[in-house]
T-cell receptor, first 112, second 112 residues
């Protein structure tokens, strides 16, 4: 099946700092989503971005499908940005059911 | 109101008990999924359903069963719960227009 690797595994930021999270995947995709899991365990949809660039407030994401990676940018980080960020993909070549394969996540801690 | 709801949100049960987790959605989506998350890991697929007559096993279906009672309802059952089924369980839906999946708030299950 498709492999998903996220980096870095852990990230500690001071409030106000910018950061970039990376997601590499091993095959063509027809779905790529970024999620934020808050300390209460809820998964928050950040972006649906199988290709291209999107922005939502202080967050933006870029997926370069031909090179099989996606980047999530967090600007002017706030303590509420703390949590785990997951990248999840569905293979465009081997799966028509849209089963998402999740990466292991990036644990982000934003300190005041 | 939330588009994807899960009940219960938290459950503590004992080894050997039968338990059902329920998922309902108001998004009108035909595809529904059940995922499991273990501490420190990403989500893994248990079962998925294209419609009420179509049920498919995911990568970790052993020890679980599902029922698609209606397009809007998808239930996950543990016939005889065991401690290593302690996890956070998520339901998700997907429509036909895009491949984006939408997640419920999760059910935290503890098996003693």
């Amino acid at each position: 099946g498709i492999q998903v690797e996220q980096s870095p595994p852990d990230l500690i930021l001071q409030e106000g700092a910018n950061s970039t999270l990376r997601c590499n995947f091993s095959d063509s995709v027809n779905n790529l989503q970024w999620f934020h899991q808050n300390p209460w365990g809820q998964l928050i949809n950040l972006f649906y971005i199988p290709s291209g660039t999107k922005q939502n407030g202080r967050l933006s994401a870029t997926t370069v499908a031909t090179e099989r990676y996606s980047l999530l940018y967090i600007s002017s980080s706030q303590t509420t940005d703390s949590g785990v960020y997951f990248c999840a993909v569905a293979s465009g070549r081997t799966d028509s059911w849209g089963k998402l394969q999740f990466g292991a996540g990036t644990q982000v801690v934003v300190t005041p | 109101d939330a588009d994807v709801t899960q009940t219960p949100r938290n459950r503590i049960t004992k080894t050997g008990k039968r338990i059902m987790l329920e998922c309902s959605q108001t998004k009108g989506h035909d595809r529904m999924y059940w995922y499991r998350q273990d501490p420190g890991l990403g989500l893994r697929l248990i079962y998925y359903s294209f419609d009420v007559k179509d049920i498919n096993k995911g990568e970790i279906s052993d020890g679980y069963s599902v029922s698609r009672q209606a397009q809007a309802k998808f239930s996950l059952s543990l016939e005889s719960a065991i401690p290593n089924q302690t996890a956070l369980y998520f339901c998700a839906t997907r429509g036909r227009v895009t491949n984006e999946q939408f997640f419920g708030p999760g059910t935290r299950l503890t098996v003693l």
